[in-house]
């Protein structure tokens, strides 16, 4: 049986990452139709507007 991945911690950087140890094969074996079916994607959290990042120089 495949695992969940697992939840990113909340203050690690916020670019989605995995380090994949299951070849395509058994990832597309985890995702069965009811799988899919129950999956939520992802929230998606932008800075506020206006809001600076270092990134902004």
């Known amino acids: 049986m495949q695992r969940n ?3 990113p911690d909340p203050d690690e950087d916020p670019v989605s990452h995995v380090d994949l ?3 395509p094969e ?3 074996e985890y ?3 009811e799988r899919m079916a ?3 994607p992802r929230e998606i959290k ?3 507007p ?3 990042t270092d ?3």
């Open 5 to 7: 991945p697992e939840a």
């Open 21 to 23: 140890t299951q070849s």
């Open 26 to 28: 058994e990832v597309l």
């Open 31 to 33: 995702w069965t139709k």
């Open 38 to 40: 129950e999956a939520k």
């Open 46 to 48: 932008l800075p506020e």
């Open 50 to 52: 206006g809001q600076r």
């Open 55 to 57: 990134e902004q120089d």
